[in-house]
T-cell receptor, first 116, second 112 residues
Framework: DTGVSQDPRHKITKRGQNVTFRCDPISEHNRLYWYRQTLGQGPEFLTYFQNEAQLEKSRLLSDRFSAERPKGSFSTLEIQRTEQGDSAMYLC??????????????FGPGTRLLVL | RKEVEQDPGPFNVPEGATVAFNCTYSNSASQSFFWYRQDCRKEPKLLMSVYSSGNEDGRFTAQLNRASQYISLLIRDSKLSDSATYLCVVNGASGGSYIPTFGRGTSLIVHP
């Protein structure tokens, strides 16, 4: 399977714990995006990388959220001191930026987080 | 006003019907537009890009009206398998980056 993969697919944690999610993009894609999706809403943009550079992070929900892509391949999204309001689906997408604003994003299956 | 607005529906239509969805956006500098489809508890998948001249892919037709800042999706001859949530996506420039903004989605239910 050469699509976008995410791990874990499901995560249950207690309030106050830290969680980390991983995303492996399609291999030739240099852009990687993170989104959060809650029930009944569309995906909400959080941040994105071009290669290893994080080009936009002002939309991260709070300073408890951080993302890395150290070698320009896989990425991690960390949430520190989780809160019940962080319960959501976290989606990763990748793309090639060779078409400017018309680039197509391919989504992974998501990580569903439940904070108790 | 939200950046991208969609009627959440649900639109409940019989097989064979024609159904149309609209999506309005607030940023007049938006660069590109897409429709994605999302099945229940699955990831979004690109349905089609939307061009100023309008574009068609089989039973699906997308239109862009920049003057009124809306895009539309028309589905002809609806199939049961078209039942899903349809997400409108608008790419807007922000400091040299393109930030995709999704609408909340419009739910379509096609019944026999």
């Amino acid at each position: 399977d050469t699509g976008v993969s995410q791990d874990p697919r499901h995560k249950i944690t207690k309030r106050g714990q830290n969680v980390t999610f991983r995303c492996d993009p399609i291999s030739e894609h240099n852009r990687l995006y993170w989104y959060r999706q809650t029930l009944g809403q569309g995906p909400e943009f959080l941040t994105y990388f071009q290669n290893e550079a994080q080009l936009e992070k002002s939309r991260l929900l709070s300073d408890r959220f951080s993302a890395e892509r150290p070698k320009g391949s896989f990425s991690t999204l960390e949430i520190q001191r989780t809160e019940q309001g962080d319960s959501a689906m976290y989606l990763c997408a990748s793309s090639r930026n060779d078409r400017g604003p018309r680039e197509t994003q391919y989504f992974g299956p998501g990580t569903r987080l439940l904070v108790l | 006003r939200k950046e991208v607005e969609q009627d959440p529906g649900p639109f409940n239509v019989p097989e064979g019907a024609t159904v149309a969805f609209n999506c309005t956006y607030s940023n007049s500098a938006s660069q590109s537009f897409f429709w994605y489809r999302q099945d229940c508890r699955k990831e979004p998948k690109l349905l089609m890009s939307v061009y100023s001249s309008g574009n068609e892919d089989g039973r699906f037709t997308a239109q862009l009206n920049r003057a009124s800042q809306y895009i539309s999706l028309l589905i002809r001859d609806s199939k049961l398998s078209d039942s899903a949530t349809y997400l409108c996506v608008v790419n807007g420039a922000s400091g040299g980056s393109y930030i995709p903004t999704f609408g909340r989605g419009t739910s379509l239910i096609v019944h026999p």
